[in-house]
């Protein structure tokens, strides 16, 4: 399946922002926690940004389908075969975690958000990231 020009650089942009963000793990022991925090937050909001939005043009070009919200376009990527099964329930968490670390003010909050988006988020939006570039290598 061949992937358009715009899709391939939206996808290339999502997997720059990817190895940035899972760059942040090797930073653990250079940082103080408060700012490795702070750096895995802004690289989870521009990763997530970036993949739900690929996800939207792939669903529109390869599959003919529109999606306007991030859980909207997560959801149909889903629910039409291109994560497994165990990424389901998932999604609505990672979208909320990304609806919450916009307000993170309290280093709690930003410890427990660092772990959801290491343990959680991190693998979907890997999968995702794996999947468009499987499908988009496919021949017609």
């Known amino acids: 399946m061949a992937c358009g020009e715009r899709l391939l650089k939206k996808l290339a942009q999502t997997e720059r922002a990817l190895g940035k963000l899972e760059q942040v793990k090797d930073l653990k022991e250079r940082l103080e926690e ?8 802004k690289r989870f909001e521009y990763t997530f940004k970036t993949s739900w939005k690929t996800v939207r043009l792939f669903l529109l070009e390869q599959k003919g389908l529109e999606c306007n919200s991030p859980m909207d376009c997560f959801k149909s990527f889903y ?8 990424f389901g329930n998932n999604i609505p968490r990672v979208v909320r975690l990304r609806n919450e670390v916009v307000h993170i003010y309290d280093f709690s909050l930003a410890e427990k958000a660092y772990t959801s988006i290491m343990e959680t988020a991190l693998p979907l939006l890997r999968a995702v990231v794996r999947k468009i570039r499987e499908e988009c290598q496919k021949e017609d």
Do not use: A, P
């Not at 408060?34 to 937050?41: A, F, H, K």
């Not at 629910?79 to 165990?86: D, H, I, R, Y």
């Open 79 to 86: 629910s039409v075969g291109m994560l497994e099964k165990g």
């Open 34 to 41: 408060e700012i490795l925090y702070e750096v895995c937050v």
